[in-house]
């Protein structure tokens, strides 16, 4: 597996390494001790997610604070999106700050994404499965969730038109007004 640096140092693309030939592919989606090695999170994860959706479909901005804060592995199982992490660390000097990459099926690309970041996808293709490794559980009263088109964050979605979110979603607050980690 290699890793791809982002503009936020926390936020990590990985490459895993593909073998494949006229039957297939193979490759290694996840190594503990390598993803330890390439990330510095050696804690284990908890908790396998699968969601479904269609174009245009955003997801996010999602977080939990507490005890219950997660970190994020993500990958693309079919289709193709484009994955955010924002920077919600009070003490972070890049606060405020968001990256994003292109996963798809194709690429086979994966987004480490650690604790004390909001996290979202847009949906690109005509249906996309993500799926993603956690390091806590979902705690309810942890969740926050910040507005998808936030202007103090500028994230530069891209798609035409109105995405399509989830009446949670739509209400998520300004990151101005947001609870930090």
Known sequence: MKKIATDIPDVILLEPKVFGDERGFFMETFNARTFAEL???SKPFVQDNHSRSTRGV???LHYQLGEHAQDKLVRVLAGEIFDVAVDIRADSPTLG???GAHLSADNKHQLWVPAGFAHGFLVL????DVAYKVTDTYDPKGERSIIWNDATIGIQWPYEGQ???SAKDAVGKSFLSADKM
């Open 163 to 165: 995405p399509l979110v």
């Open 39 to 41: 990330t510095g999170c």
């Open 58 to 60: 955003l997801r996010g």
């Open 97 to 99: 700050r968001w990256v």
């Open 125 to 128: 293709s005509e249906t996309a």
